[in-house]
């Protein structure tokens, strides 16, 4: 079976010497004025561009300059690989990680989550919080001038902290994609005049390479004080000529005329072969089939050449420009010596790990049987981090499906199902039938199982999901798939929805949750999903049908381009325009999507698109007759007996056109189907409209009981759902529904009171009687008694410290000697007096029906004043949050606790007052305490920090929060940190005579290694 975690992209592979500081040449003019400015403007600017030409010394001078800041540095050199933007974050991770513990794996984590590369490379920015270091880009220019890779350069930059520097330097200028995410006050930059060598600096670097023959004057006046011009003599005017070496570039003339042309051909033929090589070395140059490559190194030492050597002069890297010159040399070879050259480079980096670049060569090279089987261990990787063109082309190369590795089988199946191209997918599966391998490929790759049997669904073939169902093992990608068909087909449904898992089978469990009308649990923000293409059309849908128009319609149009999934978008989008009041454009969107789904195979959306189709229309009031012929073409698909979900849905669409044309027992045929279809699927979402479809029919029909039991269910669901949007919307054409059941309650302020309320401000034709007024108490900051909002003013205060303590004791209740004993310390003839007018004063202020009660000695508040209590809604609201996982759990305690700031009750210093107080911190230090540990595993050290500091204020001897705090310190690589949080433990526990218990002091041990 395939391991998910196992195609995630992490450190194996990564050429770690792109993330080393350049040695610097061993003839090195010390440049202090460059070294000094360039400092300067880091310290003082957030981004400094360093952009000159090839040989301008730019790397040099940021290499000088940088190591006199007294920051930490990360270095990444850029090569053409780069380019693509998750192999760009991959690097960027690592590198910054060496730094900065809270960014390991964040970036390749949100890739794999199906976060975009922009939004990605942005919580790799913000995961630096906290930390100072300057990060240096160099040779960028090898990202090439556009592409998706600056968008994702340029969110990292922009989210960058402001203790972090980053210093850009490249050849060419930064492109207009990275510029517009800068704030231009924070970007300073040196150019090639501010780089160019002065005469005296000309002179050193002269005489250190030995040459007095040149006039430095001469040379910069000449060069314009190019350093790689003056250091190689290219000042003659006669040199630089596009006949110079036979060479079209005049460096590259220069080069060829200068450099080349003075070695000996073993030496010369050695360098252009070696030029393959990002790092030479005789070992690696012997696997090029390179001849006595130790004696070629050794020799080549001896020349001066622009290439950086290490100390031991055995390693040995070209100046990116004489690269690019031996790379174009090497190109002139015949195509048999570069195909021998190129397979040798492609199995030594198959042989050193680098997979992915190994592919590139070997394919290069014609070698597709061995990229294929280095590719096979690296796609599913390029894949999650949704470098998807990267790996369509190497399947197209890799050729047609057969007997192949299943993890190129899976990444066919993977890229079928994102381009939404089902009809492929399924010949991808019949070919492996063909072959003989389908049942070998599904037993061995869930992955593969799990979209095969989707692609087999969407496409109609219940037969073929049947059978790679039998052979597929239990994991959570076949739970996933199997939980969204159990949205079409009522024998695979599950009660339970499955873990998400951060893989690309989430998006089977959102397309399943919201056609279950478990519209809350859509919040991507909350869990990991796989590719916003995938997931964000249910995010705009479940945003839709809670009535957040505004919200989902800035969700689409910020990602309609990006979306790959286009079905599920043009499935979700037509009632988010329809209730924007774009009914041409929704009805134009669903005869699209039936389009795409005819084109893609895809049955079961086809279907699904000619209902909605049917609905729409049904909304927009248009033709019935068009309407009753669509469903008649509906009924008669030999898939729609099968589909509950659109069968069930058919069968309402009907109902409601019968309502109108008049034709009431017909109706209430097909809804009463309906609705126990959508029951029995557990189809929540369209529950509530065919519900109250029902009801209007039941009541028409003279079953007044069952048309309350249909509208109460239709409240019911809803209410489930998070939000009435949707059954305002069908009551708004059968407002009686709703009326029917308001004048059968009792009560006043019943919930079909409240949804008669947002009927009548709609304007729909409805009479509700008045709502009771509501009650709050605020009891953190300041201590005030509020009805509807308006604040009550109390003569007595003892009023509100008696609402306070009753909405405190077990059943809002208590006696009259317990109240006085609380109240007054006492009970005599004055304080039962004073109690007597503190009773009167508070029913005054409150509503007649939520008056305080006193009977037979015992005084009983209301439960609605309680419960409008800040303390009693601290304690609910914190019930609730320990009842999340996750971010969604730290969200909701920090989020409760920023609402319910300030002291309980200040000012007051009863007893009970004092004891309550000390309940409620210590409540809340619970939560932050328990927050703290909870951002230290989700790797927030940061929060952590932070929140361990609000837990140890409110509570200063609670040792587990300073032990949070040291580990979050330690993560940091702030070892100041751990060892004053250990010393703040240590003097807060002598407080009460006590010493840091064993295992905090082991902790500090163990962080100190």
């Not at 990229?371 to 990267?390: F, K, N, Q, T, Y």
């Not at 059978?467 to 959570?476: E, K, N, Q, T, V």
């Amino acid at each position: 079976m395939d391991d998910p975690r196992q195609t995630v992209p992490h450190a194996v592979g990564l050429i770690q010497h792109k993330m080393s500081v350049p040695d610097v040449p061993e003839r090195l003019v010390p440049r202090p004025r460059i070294a000094t400015a360039l400092g300067a403007l880091i310290e003082r600017r957030q981004v400094v561009l360093v952009l000159a030409t090839a040989g301008a010394g730019k790397t040099t001078a940021v290499s000088q300059a940088t190591a006199r800041l007294p920051h930490p540095v990360a270095w990444l050199s850029a090569d053409a690989t780069d380019a693509r933007p998750g192999r760009l974050l991959a690097y960027l991770e690592e590198v910054l990680a060496r730094h900065a513990p809270a960014a390991h794996q964040v970036a390749t984590r949100a890739l794999r989550a199906g976060i975009q590369h922009a939004e990605s490379a942005g919580l790799l920015a913000e995961s630096l919080r906290g930390h100072t270091l300057v990060l240096v880009l160099d040779d960028l220019e090898r990202l090439g001038a556009s592409g998706e890779v600056w968008e994702t350069l340029g969110s990292f930059l922009h989210y960058l902290p402001r203790t972090v520097r980053a210093v850009l330097v490249s050849r060419r200028d930064i492109p207009p994609a990275v510029h517009r995410r800068l704030d231009l006050t924070s970007v300073a930059s040196l150019r090639e005049e501010d780089l160019a060598f002065t005469v005296e600096e000309a002179a050193d670097a002269l005489r250190l390479n030995d040459n007095t023959t040149v006039d430095p004057a001469q040379a910069v006046s000449a060069t314009g004080g190019w350093v790689t011009g003056v250091l190689f003599e290219a000042w003659r005017s006669e040199e630089h000529t596009a006949v110079v070496g036979g060479e079209a570039d005049p460096l590259h003339g220069y080069m060829s005329s200068r450099i080349l042309a003075e070695l000996s051909d073993a030496d010369r033929d050695f360098l252009v072969t070696a030029a393959v090589l990002d790092e030479v070395t005789a070992e690696r140059a012997r696997v090029l089939g390179l001849a006595a490559p130790a004696r070629r190194m050794q020799s080549l030492r001896s020349v001066r050449l622009p290439v950086v050597w290490s100390r031991d002069g055995r390693t040995m890297r070209f100046h990116p420009r004489l690269r690019e010159f031996l790379l174009e040399q090497l190109g002139r070879r015949d195509d048999e010596e570069l195909r021998r050259i190129r397979l040798a480079h492609g199995r030594l980096l198959a042989g050193e790990g680098h997979d992915e670049e190994a592919t590139e060569v070997l394919l290069l090279a014609g070698e597709a049987a061995e990229a294929r089987v280095c590719g096979a261990r690296v796609i599913l990787r390029v894949i999650e981090r949704l470098d998807l063109p990267v790996a369509e082309r190497w399947l197209d190369a890799f050729g047609p499906v057969g007997r192949e590795p299943h993890e190129l089988t899976t990444a066919r199946l993977m890229l079928a199902w994102a381009r939404d191209d089902y009809r492929g997918g399924t010949a991808i599966a019949d070919a492996l039938l063909d072959a003989g391998t389908r049942d070998e490929v599904a037993r061995r790759s869930e992955r593969a199982a799990a979209l095969m049997i989707y692609c087999y669904a969407q496409c109609g073939r219940p037969g073929d999901v049947e059978d790679i169902l039998r052979l597929a093992g239990p994991g959570a990608e076949v739970a996933a798939v199997r939980y969204s068909l159990g949205t079409m087909y009522p024998s695979y449904r599950v009660d339970t929805p499955p873990e998400l898992t951060g893989g690309p089978s989430d998006a089977f469990v959102l397309f399943a949750k919201y056609w279950f009308g478990h519209l809350s649990d859509l919040d991507i923000s909350l869990e990991s999903h796989w590719g916003t293409s995938l997931a964000a059309p249910w995010q705009i849908a479940a945003l839709r049908a809670q009535g957040h128009t505004r919200r989902a319609l800035e969700l689409y149009e910020r990602t309609r381009d990006s979306v790959s999934n286009s079905l599920s978008l043009h499935a979700v989008v037509p009632e988010l325009l329809l209730d924007a009041g774009r009914p041409s454009e929704a009805i134009t969107a669903l005869e699209e999507g039936r389009r795409l789904a005819l084109a893609a195979g895809a049955r079961t959306w086809y279907l699904g698109f000619t209902e909605g189709l049917v609905r729409l229309r049904i909304l927009d009031r248009r033709d019935p007759a068009v309407s009753m012929a669509l469903l008649d073409g509906l009924d008669n698909d030999p898939l729609i007996e099968q589909a509950v979900q659109l069968s069930a849905k058919a069968r309402a669409w009907r109902g409601w056109l019968l309502l109108r044309s008049g034709a009431d027992a017909d109706a209430l045929d097909c809804l009463r189907e309906a609705v126990s279809l959508l029951r029995a699927g557990g189809l929540l979402l369209e529950l509530p409209v065919a519900a109250v479809l029902l009801a209007e029919a039941e009541w028409r029909a003279g079953h007044a009981d069952e048309a309350d039991r249909a509208a109460d269910l239709a409240l019911e669901v809803s209410g489930r759902q998070g939000s009435h949007h949707v059954l305002l919307q069908v009551l708004g054409e059968f407002p009686a529904v709703a009326s029917r059941r308001i004048d059968a309650e009792a009560e006043t302020d019943t919930p079909w009171h409240t949804v008669g309320r947002a009927l009548a401000a709609q304007g729909a034709n409805i009479q509700v009687a008045e709502r009771m007024p509501a009650v709050t108490v605020s009891e953190f900051g300041r201590h005030a008694l509020l009805v509807d909002g308006a604040e009550a003013r109390l003569r007595i205060s003892k009023s509100l410290e008696l609402l306070s303590y009753l909405s405190s004791r077990p059943g809002h209740a208590a006696d009259r000697p317990r109240v006085l004993e609380a109240l007054f310390a006492r009970d005599d003839r004055s304080t039962r007096a004073y109690l007597r007018q503190a009773v009167h004063q508070l029913n005054l202020a409150l509503p007649p029906q939520l008056r305080l009660t006193v009977e037979q000695n015992r005084l009983s508040l209301a439960d609605e004043v309680a419960q409008g209590c800040q303390s009693l809604l601290m304690e609910s609201d914190l019930a609730h949050a320990n009842r999340l996982t996750g971010r969604a759990r730290l969200s909701a305690i920090e989020a409760l606790l920023a609402r319910y700031e300030g002291d309980y009750l200040p000012g007051r210093t009863s007893q009970w007052v004092e004891e309550r107080r000390r309940a409620l911190s210590r409540q809340a230090a619970d939560a932050l305490s328990s927050a703290a540990d909870l951002a230290l595993r989700l790797h927030q050290y940061g929060d952590a920090v932070r929140l361990c500091e609000r837990a140890t204020a409110i509570d200063p001897l609670r040792e587990v929060a300073w032990r949070v705090r040291m580990r979050a310190a330690n993560a940091l690589g702030d070892d100041d940190g751990v060892l004053m949080a250990f010393q703040d433990c240590e003097a807060a526990l002598a407080g009460i005579d006590a010493t840091p218990s064993p295992s905090t002091r082991r902790l500090l041990e163990q962080l100190q290694r």
